[in-house]
């Protein structure tokens, strides 16, 4: 507030003597000159005891370091670590803010006086860490810092090595429908920055497979490996194979494209499934006929194909002792590709002999080569 203005008192403040006569006017001046003059004295002391305000402490002395710059990884990621000190006479808040930049920094502590900030997006940014008293809001320092994040464009210090398939450097290939092939190109990061690179396979320009991307820190090599399943059909396929950087659309190839002859051939696996049926039994141990009526037994066998080409399968049966009509010769069936199907055979009976003598009945699943692929046992008799 603005001072009070005072005049200054006249010298003679004390009371005039009083005369004899009107004393009384006299004395009643000098109390009202009295009573002011203690109101002045009381306001000087006033004024006097508050003296001048308090001055703030002195403002937080903030460092940050020097500016950095920093590359995004293979993950568009980029971080940096900031050492900062603050100087002050009372503890401090701190606050890191990001004052221009494109795209949001977030930031994390890593422990005393140490700071992490991370970006995703290329650009200048410029970020402030500010220090404010926790006594007195009016003392407050800062200081900030210019941090560039580069684009990740590392195809000059990434220099891949020779591709190998299958564990073997040739390039001309014969493989099965649906077969896994092993893609394996050593990468070598010559430079001071963190990389990273993939495998890529295309045919007449339309992308077959692309591997995932493994990073690579500065002075090391690392097997960048694809194992893709092969979906392509049956022919002669003529594929491109290339090292690439960072993340796919966005990766730049490196070195030339290995060219690769990959023939797909497709091969049956047939094999039996489970145990088969004979004359409407699961898996019998024991099998008997009419001997008046001697009727064929039925016997049926799934058949599955694992594989991608067509194959044949059929049952036989032979018996022991031997009797007329075995052995028996099923007919070869096309089982196509990744199917199942059930294989039937008719055993006569007339030719056994009709005392209830047991028949050791072997029942076998075989390819067009005779490989067995399945066997069963049981009694079969005619009573």
């Known amino acids: ?45 006033r004024r006097a005891s508050a003296g001048p305000p308090t001055p703030p402490p002195a403002d937080p002395v903030v460092n940050v370091g ?11 990621n980029a971080a940096i670590t900031i050492t900062f000190s603050v100087v002050a006479d009372n503890p401090v808040n701190l606050v890191w803010t990001r004052t221009s930049g494109p795209a949001p920094v977030n930031f ?18 410029l970020i402030r860490l500010t220090a404010t008293d926790t006594t007195d809001g009016r003392a407050k320092g800062f200081d900030e810092m210019v941090v560039t994040v580069n684009e990740f464009l ?16 040739t390039y001309t290939l014969t493989r099965n429908l649906g077969d896994t092939i092993s893609f394996v190109w ?10 990273a690179a993939f495998i890529q396979l295309t045919e007449g320009g339309a ?35 290339r090292v690439m950087e960072g993340l796919g659309p966005d990766g730049i190839p490196l070195g030339s494209a290995q060219i690769i002859t990959l023939t797909v051939v497709s091969v049956a696996v047939l094999a039996a499934v489970g145990l088969p049926t004979v004359a409407g039994q699961p898996a019998p141990s024991f099998v008997t006929v009419s001997r008046l009526t001697s009727p064929p ?8 194909n694992s594989g991608g080409g067509t194959g044949q399968a059929r049952l036989r049966a032979a018996i022991a002792p031997p009797a007329i009509g075995f052995p028996v010769n099923g007919s070869l069936v096309p089982i196509p ?34 490989v067995i692929l399945g066997t069963f046992q049981f009694i079969l008799s005619r009573a």
């Open 186 to 195: 050593p990468v070598t990061n010559v430079g001071n920055l963190q990389g």
């Open 66 to 76: 020097d500016d950095q710059a920093v590359t995004l990884d293979a993950t568009s």
């Open 207 to 241: 992308v077959v497979g692309t591997g995932a991307p493994f990073p690579i820190e500065p002075g090391l090599t690392v097997d960048v490996n694809f194992n893709p399943i092969v979906s392509l059909p049956t022919g002669v396929h003529i594929l491109a194979a």
């Open 154 to 169: 590392l195809a000059a210090i990434l220099v891949p090595g020779e591709l190998k398939v299958d564990g073997f450097a």
């Open 1 to 45: 507030m603005p001072p009070m203005a005072t005049k200054r008192r006249p010298a003679a403040t004390k009371p005039v003597p009083a005369k004899k006569k009107g004393g009384g006017a006299v004395v009643a001046v000098g109390a009202v000159a009295g009573v002011g003059g203690l109101i002045w004295w009381l306001l000087s002391r």
């Open 108 to 125: 994390s502590p890593l422990g005393p006086n140490q700071e992490r900030a991370a970006f995703q997006t290329p650009g200048t940014y």
């Open 297 to 304: 037994v039925p016997v049926a066998w799934p058949c599955q």
């Open 337 to 370: 590709g990744f199917s199942t199907l059930t294989l039937l055979l008719n055993l006569p009976t007339s030719g056994l002999i009709g005392d209830g003598r047991g028949y050791t009945v072997t029942l076998t699943m075989q390819d067009s080569s005779n």
